[in-house]
């Protein structure tokens, strides 16, 4: 394409929106809009023939054009205009700023994940770009630093929260699933004894386009495989004394799944009524802590269990995860809340 | 209002995922930012188109200049044929993070004009598609925070850090419409479950009592309620075939997937480690059907759906398993629709990436 200083673009603004305007170089010719034509350069690289221009509105303003794409321009992208046999260039400018977004946490909290652990959860201290997390997540052997290819499922739509900062990735459950033939081709993504790491890189962009302002990584060692419902009745509860705020603490059997535990407990007073208050994972999801707004007044409480609860490896209250149809102990359990009463005197 | 239950408008949407086209001019678009389905008039103004194949060139390229971006900043969700005018409809995401804008394209099958579905003043209605609450959700959608994220709160004399934990949702991952029922699949970003919905349709917003579980047995031995990621109807919407994140190819009677149910579906196929199956479209050919399913990493194959009604539930694990599968030696092909009778329309990627519509013969496959 050519590029002939004819055409003089510059980035200019109409009614709030960004706009490119148009004239010529040198003298005071006329632009006709309707002969305006918009193209990434990139794309048009190799001729524009075949190519629809880029949509928006355009029209004449004295003896220059404006253009006002439909979609808005991309930051750090160049665009072609071509009129009347002329062409030329402008580059956006990149988004400005410095990276400021970090990865805040990820779970399990664990130093060890079980050989069929399933889910995995990033959070990010800002909103994040969709569309290529798996590029940026990477499971690794933590002695060699090899990528654990297909570990990770792939899922065609990302898991998000509604606010884009807490990503929900799956360990392949073809791989987890037992008798499944990925399963038996190519084993368990995790292996015990071979210790993982689970590696964001800092080429993760935030929903601004930038880059994290670092990596985050969380080692983990390979443990043997977690099977069995949850089981609430195995938990041990910690009552507080009557008359405080002191938090009520559930000590679990096994580490359960972080997005799950933050709404799956609720405690009931003596009144019949939900006690209001605030609650918190303990370390490394082995715990559950509950404040009331109000001190504990005294009285026989419940604490009932959502029957979805997942441990790690996808095991519910209600359900295994693969459940193995010769053993009577993964039969499916009620889907009703488990119920736990404790006294507070 | 309009037909089906629309009212005149403009939906807002802040993404858009799979696509598929219901009664009359209807296109159920899922905004999986919004965990919502929107139902769209797109009152397409063509003809009704015959019996043609059409294809399109590079269209990464024609997308990417008409939306004004590189082509690294088109991603295609999906692609769905209106049934009259056989124009092309794709649900594409135009850049990423708060710069990202949802588009749906048509596609003129005439000229092949490329053109985004305005969305001002379009008769439409919309469901949203949340998961059953946790016993909890009104209220503890706070939680400890740690370090120092979040805002301090106070009871009492005791003071927290509090952050609002993030909210379950549900991802829909394909739908699909039978006789004034959308039927939508979706993976939870918390739950390990299988979750089928059964959403009348014109809707009446109460998606609660639609869910159902769909299980699958591996080899008469293990049982699980994954979540399904593609599906099709077929035999005239009496039978559905499935993939589940975990591969297997399931077939169940849709009779039997009733609100609130647990269905056991039956594994007719299995499909290797290092694979997953992207779509699957039903065509009939001289009276008989055939599914064809797309892979990420497999070649185009195709079933004969009287092969799945003969197979026996899978016992053995040996690959490769299950029915009879043809592979007509089509590599890179992605999502699919029905063109008309006598064609699938298909994305194909070739070898340099670069991604093209197809028309494939049913004839020829």
Known sequence: MGQRPVLRLEWGERAGQACLRVSRAGTNGPIDAEQLRVYPTDVAASGTAGLPPMTGRRGTDGNGAWFVPRFGFMPGTSYTVVCEGDAASLDRPAAPGEPTTTVLAIYPSTPALPRNHLRVYVHFSAPMSEGCALAHVHVRDAATREELAGALLETTEELWDRERRRLTLLFDPGRIKRGLVPQRQAGYPLVPGRPVELLVDAGFRDALGLPLAAGSVRTYDVGPDLRGHVDPASWALRPPEVGTRAPLVVDFDRPLDHGLLVHSLSVTGPDGARVPGVIGAGPEERSWAFAPARPWAPGAYRLDVDHRLEDVAGNSVARVFDRDLSDPCDNPRPEEPARLRFVIA | ?365
């Not at chain 2, 599906?231 to 075939?241: A, C, E, K, N, R």
């Not at chain 2, 399913?293 to 899978?314: N, R, W």
Request: aromatic letters at 6%; charged letters at 25%.
């Open chain 2, 1 to 365: 209002m309009t037909d089906h239950g629309m009212a005149v408008g403009t939906p807002v949407l802040e993404s858009v995922g799979p696509v598929t086209f219901g009664p009359g001019d209807v296109l159920f678009v899922a905004d999986n930012r919004r965990a919502a389905v929107v139902a769209i008039d797109v009152a397409d103004p063509a003809p009704a188109a015959a019996g043609e194949p059409f294809d399109l060139e590079d269209l990464d390229a024609k997308l990417a200049s008409y939306l004004g971006c590189a082509v690294k900043d088109v991603s295609i969700r999906d692609l769905a044929v209106h049934p009259r005018t056989h124009n092309v409809y794709l649900s594409v995401m135009r850049g990423s993070g708060d710069a990202a804008r949802p588009v749906i394209i048509r596609i003129d099958r005439a000229d092949g004009t490329v053109s985004a579905l305005s969305l001002d003043a379009v008769a439409w209605s919309e469901v949203a598609i949340t998961d059953a609450p946790a016993i909890d959700d009104e209220r503890l959608e706070t939680s400890l925070a740690e370090g120092d994220e979040g805002e301090e709160m106070t009871f009492g004399d005791r003071t927290f850090r509090i952050v609002r934990a993030p909210v379950r949702m549900a991802t829909v991952t394909d739908l699909k419409y039978v006789d004034g029922t959308l039927l939508v699949a979706g993976l939870s970003n918390e739950e390990f479950a299988s979750t089928l919905r059964r959403i009348p349709f014109p809707f009446t917003g109460d998606v609660a009592s639609t869910g159902l579980e769909i299980f699958h047995v591996s080899h008469g031995q293990w049982e699980t309620a994954a979540p399904i990621r593609t599906f099709v109807p077929y035999q005239g919407g009496t039978s559905i075939l499935a993939s589940y994140t975990c591969t297997p190819l399931v077939h169940f009677p849709l009779g039997d997937l009733q609100p609130g149910a647990k269905a056991r579906g039956r594994t007719v196929a299995e499909l290797g480690s290092g694979n997953t199956p992207l779509d699957i479209v039903s065509f009939t050919r001289e009276g008989e059907e055939f599914l064809l399913v797309s892979h990420t990493s497999h070649p185009l194959m195709k079933i004969a759906c009287s092969d799945i009604d003969g197979q026996e539930p899978l016992t053995e694990p040996r690959e490769p398993v299950g029915v009879p599968r043809q592979l007509p030696e089509l590599q890179g092909i992605g999502r699919m629709d029905n063109l008309n009778g006598d064609y699938v329309l298909a994305i194909q990627r070739d070898e340099r990436g670069g991604r093209h519509l197809r028309s494939l013969k049913t004839a020829g496959l």
